[in-house]
């Protein structure tokens, strides 16, 4: 009966911590998208800007909505304005071009596959890569490039849980 009752005991702590650890339903989970070499996030330049075409930028990391991403099936969708990771120039094939945030819309240059720590642009297989060879500067611009495995294109997601 004594080992009955500590079972029992055993149950209910699991579920007491189990809804401890459990975020509230209002909490949503975003992410800060941090560059390997220079250790800054990926933010929307301008404080963030809600306007089409604000250029991404790393900053150091500040946990403030225009460094907050979230996922929406492929996309990467912005805590404070709600537009897509984008590349510029309607998804340029170009290396350099800059990627921007843009009014999703389903289009190719605003889908992304996290892969082995890259960020892969579906509409030309470019990555998400740091300017100036990877510069360690607050407001460096993010570019993409043709993938070459050096830190500067090198992305990790640290979860962010927010109370709405």
């Known amino acids: 009966m004594i080992s009955m ?20 339903a ?14 800054k996030c990926m933010s929307v330049a301008g404080g963030g800007s809600t306007a089409n075409g604000a250029k991404i930028v790393q ?13 929406v099936g492929d996309q990467l969708k912005n805590r404070k304005s709600g537009k897509c990771l984008s590349v510029s120039g309607g998804g340029s ?6 990627l921007v945030q843009w009014s999703c819309n389903g289009a190719f240059e605003q889908m992304w596959k996290p ?25 460096a611009k993010i570019v993409q490039w043709t993938a070459h495995g050096h830190a500067d294109q090198l992305w990790r997601f640290d979860a962010r849980v927010i109370d709405a």
């Open 5 to 24: 009752a500590r079972t029992v005991l055993v149950g209910v702590a699991g579920v007491a911590l189990a809804a401890a650890i459990t975020p509230s």
């Open 59 to 71: 900053w150091t990391c500040n946990d403030k909505g225009e460094q907050l991403w979230y996922r």
């Open 26 to 39: 209002s909490a949503a989970t975003y992410y800060n998208l941090v560059n390997q070499k220079s250790g």
């Open 115 to 139: 892969m082995d720590g890259y960020l892969i642009c579906h509409k030309n297989g470019k990555v998400a890569s740091v300017s100036g060879g990877g510069s360690t500067a607050n407001g």
């Open 93 to 98: 094939p170009d290396n350099g071009a800059e």
